[in-house]
């Protein structure tokens, strides 16, 4: 037995094992545009971690070495964690890189497993967007009123902006969704194809 032969290929596990069910939904005009600007809004927050990776080394070389602290910086780091975190929610869905339970339709054919996305959608996601959005309103209304400043010494002022990421990223998301529900539905008013009927 050669060398060659106790390789893995590691690529052609990964292609079996990958689910690339989502990549033959067919676009239609708005979800091609969403997702576009989802993935151009996502590759551009990217840089959010190098720059958390940065302020995170920075903030321990300085306490470790010059013992000195800064709770501006330290709370910046919670806020561009959040920032990436979120509004990755959206580019996570657009290109199908959430967990999924899919046990009880993996074998299903690909118009089944639409329809089902297109409830699970229509009846967990977007409703959980909308509530997240009509709570988060005056929850980031109140903090811009009252101009809310961190409570802790030399902490960060304008807490409304950070705030206000939930917004945008619970908007973004709901637009992942619309977008995945459109493909989901131009699929299902295909004509059936011969290995489906």
């Known amino acids: 037995m050669s060398e060659h032969d106790n390789h893995l290929d590691l690529k052609a596990i990964e292609a079996k094992l990958a689910d690339n069910t989502w990549t033959?939904?067919?676009?239609?005009?708005?979800?091609?545009?969403?997702?576009?600007?989802?993935?151009?809004?996502?590759?551009a927050v990217s840089y959010i971690w190098i720059?958390?990776?940065?302020?995170?080394?920075?903030?321990?070389?300085?306490?470790?070495?010059?013992?000195?602290?800064f709770i501006a910086l330290e709370e910046l780091q919670w806020h561009l964690y959040a920032i990436g975190f979120m509004v990755g929610l959206s580019y996570c869905l657009i290109h199908?890189?959430?967990?999924?339970?899919?046990?009880?339709?993996?074998h299903r054919n690909l118009r089944t497993r639409a329809w089902i996305e297109i409830i699970g959608l229509s009846l967990l996601l977007l409703p959980f967007c909308a509530i997240v959005i009509e709570y988060a309103i005056p929850?980031?209304?109140?903090?811009?009123?009252?101009?809310?400043?961190?409570?802790a010494p030399g902490g960060l002022p304008m807490r409304w902006l950070i705030?206000?990421?939930?917004?945008?990223?619970?908007?973004?998301?709901?637009?992942?969704?619309?977008?995945?529900?459109?493909?989901?539905?131009?699929?299902?008013?295909?004509?059936?194809?011969?290995h489906e009927q």
Not at 139 to 151: H, I, P, Q
Request: charged content about 20%; aromatic content about 12%; proline content about 2%.
């Open 24 to 43: 033959h939904l067919p676009e239609t005009k708005l979800s091609k545009y969403i997702e576009y600007l989802i993935e151009k809004i996502g590759r």
């Open 51 to 69: 720059l958390l990776v940065v302020l995170v080394v920075g903030n321990a070389l300085m306490r470790y070495f010059f013992s000195v602290n």
């Open 96 to 106: 199908d890189g959430h967990v999924r339970v899919d046990a009880l339709v993996e």
């Open 139 to 151: 929850f980031v209304t109140r903090a811009y009123r009252l101009n809310e400043v961190s409570s």
């Open 163 to 194: 705030k206000s990421t939930i917004l945008f990223a619970f908007g973004l998301l709901s637009l992942a969704a619309l977008s995945r529900w459109l493909r989901c539905f131009a699929l299902i008013r295909q004509p059936k194809s011969d």
